[in-house]
T-cell receptor
Framework: DGGITQSPKYLFRKEGQNVTLSCEQN?????MYWYRQDPGQGLRLIYY???????QKGDIAEGYSVSREKKESFPLTVTSAQKNPTAFYLC??????????????FGEGSRLTVL | AQKITQTQPGMFVQEKEAVTLDCTYD???????LFWYKQPSSGEMIFLIY??????QNATEGRYSLNFQKARKSANLVISASQLGDSAMYFCAMRGVNTNAGKSTFGDGTTLTVKP
């Protein structure tokens, strides 16, 4: 079945460490996104990519980095510069980046906890 | 700038009854789209329904319907015949026409609990 796979589902990190969250999709979508979700809040956009080898900062990119070397993959690195990284991270994709009716397809998320 | 307001942090409904989840929005875009997503405890966000700002009729998808009142800037989600599996968090979202799909603005969500 087509979909988005995120791993790991749960991740613990010590302060000062970088961690990378994986996101793989087999929907043949051009656009991919990373969101952060904090308790009781909606989604905030971290980074997005509309084509391979290109990506743009979202609303809260500081302390994060991404790469888009393959259409299927869009990993997110949470660096030690991110002051408050404990959160739930969601990866998404869409088939048409700038279409009014295009909905987002999401993975099941990765929960990062900093110890 | 766009803003989505969901004023109900939590809602309860009896199984088999209908429930309305509120969503109001603010935007300066002349044309926009409104979306509802469901987030069960597993974490994955699931698309439910879409309403375009120039659509003449309210959108419906199975048991979901969107009560769109453009003048009031509201886009309430109506779930008919609630089921236990409807217990989840629900998010209202919007974006302007030709805006990148991922640059949608999301509300803070409403947690719906369906009672047996």
């Amino acid at each position: 079945d087509g979909g988005i796979t995120q791993s790991p589902k749960y991740l613990f990190r010590k302060e000062g460490q970088n961690v990378t969250l994986s996101c793989e999709q087999n929907l043949n979508h051009d656009a991919m996104y990373w969101y952060r979700q904090d308790p009781g809040q909606g989604l905030r956009l971290i980074y997005y990519s509309q084509i391979v080898n290109d990506f743009q900062k979202g609303d809260i990119a500081e302390g994060y980095s991404v790469s888009r070397e393959k259409k299927e993959s869009f990993p997110l690195t949470v660096t030690s510069a991110q002051k408050n990284p404990t959160a739930f991270y969601l990866c998404a994709s869409s088939g048409e980046a700038a279409t009014n009716t295009g909905e987002l397809f999401f993975g099941e998320g990765s929960r990062l906890t900093v110890l | 700038a766009q803003k989505i307001t969901q004023t109900q942090p939590g809602m309860f409904v009896q199984e088999k009854e209908a429930v309305t989840l509120d969503c109001t929005y603010d935007t300066s875009d002349p044309s926009y789209g409104l979306f509802w997503y469901k987030q069960p405890s597993s974490g994955e966000m699931i698309f439910l329904i879409y309403q375009g700002s120039y659509d003449q009729q309210n959108a419906t998808e199975g048991r979901y319907s969107l009560n769109f009142q453009k003048a009031r800037k509201s886009a309430n989600l109506v779930i008919s015949a609630s089921q236990l599996g409807d217990s989840a968090m629900y998010f209202c979202a919007m974006r302007g026409v030709n805006t990148n799909a991922g640059k949608s603005t999301f509300g803070d969500g409403t947690t719906l609990t369906v009672k047996p």
